[in-house]
T-cell receptor, first 115, second 111 residues
Framework: AQSVTQLGSHVSVSEGALVLLRCNYS??????LFWYVQYPNQGLQLLLK??????LVKGINGFEAEFKKSETSFHLTKPSAHMSDAAEYFC?????????????FGKGTKLSVKP | SQTIHQWPATLVQPVGSPLSLECTVE??????LYWYRQAAGRGLQLLFY??????ISSEVPQNLSASRPQDRQFILSSKKLLLSDSGFYLC??????????FGQGTRLTVV
């Protein structure tokens, strides 16, 4: 069975500081990995995804994530936080070769950005 | 371009009342459709998915049901709501091996 663990339900950073949101996964098959962002009372927007190929994935809004198979991790980073990055972030996994809509989500990390 | 519509945006219903939430997708054919629920303390959970008209797979046994009467229409229903049905319900679609695209969600409060 697949699972996703996001370390830290709340992360607070200062504007301009590095953003690091942690995600570890468990999967018995090669995974597809995703990061979604959710603003209050809105749906989820895809930030980036890893399916195959290059392990460093770049997404929207300056975010990137690196797939590390040996560490079963897919941490999300952004070099310099902006106030508009304040939102909740979800890491998710789906089966390789399967539908990318059948997702197992982590519990989410709420990011606060201080001025 | 493809769009997904969910309604209503918010809903307050008494315990024991019926429920019908609707989701429609435009601009694509034969999408995979999904209902997710986001509940306090339980994160995001896949409830149902459908790969075609009349084809529904249930991921979690519960008080809810889903139907797909048309190719791009997905309905979430309940005959009698429970307090535990409160949450934020999200519809999503994907095509083939593409990623999932989510609607804006429905906030359901059962009182």
């Amino acid at each position: 069975a697949q699972s996703v663990t996001q370390l830290g339900s709340h992360v607070s950073v200062s504007e301009g500081a590095l953003v690091l949101l942690r995600c570890n996964y468990s999967s018995s098959v090669p995974p597809y990995l995703f990061w979604y962002v959710q603003y209050p009372n809105q749906g989820l927007q895809l930030l980036l995804k890893y399916t195959t190929g290059a392990t460093l994935v770049k997404g929207i809004n300056g975010f990137e994530a690196e797939f590390k198979k040996s560490e079963t991790s897919f941490h999300l980073t952004k070099p310099s936080a902006h106030m508009s990055d304040a939102a909740e972030y979800f890491c998710a996994v789906s089966n390789y070769g399967g539908s990318q809509g059948n997702l197992i989500f982590g519990k989410g990390t709420k990011l606060s950005v201080k001025p | 371009s493809q769009t997904i519509h969910q309604w209503p945006a918010t809903l307050v219903q008494p315990v024991g009342s019926p429920l019908s939430l609707e989701c429609t997708v435009e601009g694509t054919s034969n999408p995979n459709l999904y209902w997710y629920r986001q509940a306090a303390g339980r994160g995001l959970q896949l409830l149902f998915y459908s790969v075609g008209i009349g084809q529904i797979s249930s991921e979690v046994p519960q008080n809810l049901s889903a139907s797909r009467p048309q190719d791009r229409q997905f309905i979430l229903s309940s005959k009698k709501l429970l307090l535990s049905d409160s949450g934020f319900y999200l519809c999503a679609w994907s095509v083939g091996t593409s990623e999932a695209f989510f609607g804006q969600g429905t906030r359901l409060t059962v009182v």
